[in-house]
């Protein structure tokens, strides 16, 4: 869409070029001033500053602030004009969005994430890429134990994937310690090359097949899940996975049928206790109602004859004390 004739202002050779005409009384001959700038000229004509006189063949300055009023008003109807394109715009371009809107779209494999319900189809889904797993196998699971017949189903695949070079890394919480299914399985793992370890902090629960699929819940009740495949997500999920990795702790998994059972509850909340953590902090690491808690002090209180809590806090220490030694001698 062109602009009106007069947008343009004048350039500064023209705007010399008038001065002149004016300093020569506002009239002068159209030889004299095309002789002089002849592109000026034309220009001048065309924005109106100057008229051509045919009868004597004379050129005459006209008022600027009549040319700037009817520049102006040429702007103002050319952009009310504009305005009205504007919003006529949509109803011209309706059929093409129509036709766009209804064009199918081309899936892109690199940026996918399926969604899955119901607990048993999730299980399926995961037993499938675990199948197709060649690598790695990244896993947090939060809550402590997993299903027994679950992790005694997998025992035999979890075998032949490690020995075939793969790596398996699994965070639990500290609860998972207290399960004996679970302790037997990491056990059984940690002989064939896996790696677990336990985190007290909150994590989120997730599983990572060869840094290519994360499996993530996609509802607050775990019965649905997003199976991602999107490089750039399972890329940042990843980066999550070893930053909860490093915060975790390493541990030893030793079950009931070596004769070495794990660390008793209570045990664990007087080691706690001695390292100088309170009964909420001790809940929290252990992944226990501090009700709970409180029943374990209360029976190490009986056990240790200790009147109050910082009394029983004391004593644990000195016992701590001695046992730490005997294991570093």
Do not use: C, K
Not at 184 to 200: D, H, I, K, M
Not at 307 to 322: H, Y
């Amino acid at each position: 869409m062109s602009e009106p004739s007069g947008a343009a202002l004048p350039s500064e050779s023209e705007r010399r070029l008038y001065q002149q005409i004016l300093d020569q009384g506002g009239r002068v001959t159209f030889r004299e001033a095309v002789e002089q700038d002849g592109t000026g000229v034309l220009r001048l004509l065309e924005l109106g500053l100057l008229v051509h006189d045919a009868a004597d063949q004379s050129l005459t300055a006209v008022n600027p602030r009549a040319v700037s009023d009817r520049i102006s008003a040429e702007l103002r109807a050319e952009g009310t004009r504009m305005l009205l394109r504007a919003e006529e715009m949509p109803t011209l371009l309706e059929d093409l969005t129509d036709a766009y809107d209804a064009t199918p779209r081309r899936a892109d494999r690199s940026s996918v994430v399926q969604h899955v319900d119901r607990t048993d189809r999730i299980r399926r889904r995961v037993r499938q890429l675990a199948s197709e797993a060649a690598e790695e196998e990244l896993s947090l699971h939060p809550g402590g134990a997993g299903p027994a017949e679950l992790l005694e189903a997998g025992l035999e695949r979890t075998r032949r994937f490690l020995e075939r070079g793969a790596s398996i890394r699994t965070v639990y919480e500290p609860t998972a310690l207290l399960d004996e299914p679970t302790v037997r399985w990491a056990e059984a793992v940690t002989a064939w090359g896996g790696r677990f370890r336990t985190l007290s902090e909150p994590f989120s629960r997730m599983i990572i097949f060869d840094r290519r699929v994360a499996v993530v819940p996609a509802s607050a009740d775990n019965s649905s899940a997003a199976f991602i495949e999107d490089p750039a997500v399972v890329s940042f999920l990843v980066a999550a996975f070893e930053r909860d990795w490093e915060r975790s702790e390493r541990v030893q998994w030793r079950s009931d049928h070596e004769g070495e059972s794990v660390v008793p509850v209570h045990e664990q909340v007087g080691r706690l206790l001695a390292q100088g953590l309170t009964q909420r902090s001790i809940a929290t690491r252990l992944g226990l109602g501090e009700r709970t808690v409180a029943a374990h002090i209360s029976r190490l209180r009986e056990l240790h004859d200790a009147e109050t809590l910082f009394q029983l806090g004391w004593q644990m220490r000195g016992a701590e004390g001695p046992r730490e030694e005997t294991a570093e001698n």
